[in-house]
C-alpha cells in the first residue's frame, strides 16, 4: 500500500511561471514545507527566497539552467549552473540543446550536458536534463537519453511545460526501458491529479512536476484514509 509521503516525495514543486509575484513564490514554498515534497523548482533569481524559506524544511530547492528552450552557450550553462549551486540549489534541471539535438550534432550536445553535470557534481548537486519530446521523435529521443547516460546525468525529464506537449506514458516508458538503473526518471506537463500521478509512477518516473500539489496530495490523503491508495498499472 503507498502512503501520502510516497507520493509527495516524487512531487518538485513548480513555481516557474513568469509572472509569478514574490508572494506567489513564498506561498509555494509555504505549501512545499506544509506537505513535505521532494523539492520545489524556482527561477534563478528566487533561489534565495526559496532557502530562506525552506529553512529547516526537508524540502530541496532546485532550479533551471539554459531554461526554457535549452539554447546558451556551454559556459553561460556551466555558469549558470555554479552560480545557483552557490546560492543554495541542490538539484538543476538542465535543458538540452534542443537544435543542436535535431540536428543530430550529438557531440555538442553530450559536451554541453558533461559540462554542466561535472560542474554540478563537483559541488554536489544533481543534474536532471531535459528532453523537450514534443519536438523529438522516438529515436531522437532514445538517442538524448544515452547521451544523457555517457554524460553522467542524474535523471532524464520529459519537459519544460512550455512546448506544445508534455509527459506522455509512451515516453515514459521509452525513457525507463532506454537508460540504465543509474538514471532516474522525471515526468514534467500535465500531471494535475493523483490517477495521473499513480500513472507516471507505474511508468516509471521517480519524480514529477507539479503545480498542483495541494490537489494531488489531499486526495491522496483521502484514499490513505480510506485504504484505497494503491499502485496501478500502465
Same mark, same amino acid.
Do not use: W
Given at each position: 500500500?503507498l502512503t501520502v509521503?510516497?507520493i509527495?516525495?516524487?512531487?518538485?514543486?513548480?513555481?516557474?511561471?513568469?509572472d509569478? %509575484?514574490?508572494e506567489e513564490i513564498r +506561498?509555494?514554498c509555504?505549501?512545499? =514545507? @506544509?506537505y513535505? /515534497?521532494a523539492?520545489v523548482? $524556482?527561477?534563478?533569481?528566487e533561489i534565495?527566497?526559496?532557502?530562506?524559506?525552506?529553512?529547516?524544511?526537508?524540502?530541496?530547492?532546485?532550479?533551471v539552467?539554459?531554461?526554457?528552450?535549452?539554447?546558451?552557450? %556551454?559556459?553561460?550553462?556551466?555558469? +549558470?549552473?555554479?552560480?545557483?549551486? =552557490? @546560492?543554495?540549489? /541542490?538539484e538543476?534541471?538542465? $535543458?538540452l540543446?534542443?537544435?543542436?539535438l535535431?540536428?543530430?550534432?550529438?557531440?555538442y550536445?553530450?559536451n554541453?550536458i558533461?559540462?554542466?553535470?561535472?560542474?554540478a557534481?563537483?559541488e554536489?548537486a544533481?543534474?536532471?536534463?531535459?528532453?523537450?519530446?514534443?519536438y523529438?521523435?522516438?529515436?531522437?529521443?532514445?538517442?538524448?537519453?544515452?547521451?544523457?547516460?555517457r554524460?553522467?546525468a542524474d535523471f532524464?525529464?520529459?519537459?519544460?511545460?512550455?512546448?506544445?506537449s508534455?509527459?506522455?506514458?509512451?515516453d515514459?516508458?521509452?525513457?525507463?526501458r532506454?537508460?540504465g538503473?543509474?538514471?532516474?526518471v522525471?515526468?514534467?506537463g500535465?500531471v494535475?491529479t493523483?490517477?495521473?500521478?499513480?500513472?507516471?509512477?507505474a511508468a516509471g518516473?521517480?519524480?514529477?512536476?507539479?503545480?498542483a500539489?495541494?490537489?494531488i496530495?489531499?486526495?491522496?490523503?483521502l484514499?490513505?484514509a480510506?485504504?484505497?491508495?494503491?499502485?496501478?498499472?500502465?
Open positions: 500500500m509521503r510516497d509527495a516525495k516524487m512531487i518538485d514543486h513548480s513555481l516557474l511561471r513568469p509569478m %509575484t514574490m +506561498e509555494g509555504r505549501i512545499a =514545507r @506544509e513535505d /515534497v523539492s523548482c $524556482v527561477k534563478p533569481s534565495g527566497i526559496c532557502v530562506k524559506e525552506l529553512q529547516g524544511a526537508a524540502v530541496l530547492v532546485t532550479t539552467v539554459g531554461f526554457p528552450h535549452g539554447g546558451a552557450a %556551454t559556459a553561460v550553462k556551466v555558469f +549558470e549552473a555554479v552560480q545557483a549551486i =552557490r @546560492e543554495g540549489a /541542490v538543476l534541471d538542465m $535543458v540543446n534542443i537544435g543542436r535535431v540536428s543530430r550534432d550529438f557531440a550536445v553530450e554541453d558533461r559540462a554542466v553535470v561535472d560542474a557534481h563537483a554536489g544533481a543534474v536532471k536534463v531535459i528532453l523537450e519530446n514534443a523529438l521523435t522516438d529515436e531522437l529521443k532514445e538517442k538524448a537519453c544515452r547521451i544523457c547516460e554524460a553522467g532524464v525529464k520529459t519537459s519544460t511545460g512550455y512546448a506544445g508534455g509527459a506522455t506514458i509512451a515514459l516508458q521509452l525513457m525507463r532506454t537508460c538503473s543509474k538514471v532516474k522525471k515526468a514534467a500535465g494535475r493523483l490517477d495521473q500521478a499513480l500513472a507516471v509512477r518516473a521517480v519524480r514529477f512536476g507539479a503545480t500539489t495541494r490537489a496530495l489531499d486526495e491522496a490523503a484514499r490513505e480510506a485504504g484505497t491508495l494503491e499502485e496501478t498499472g500502465c
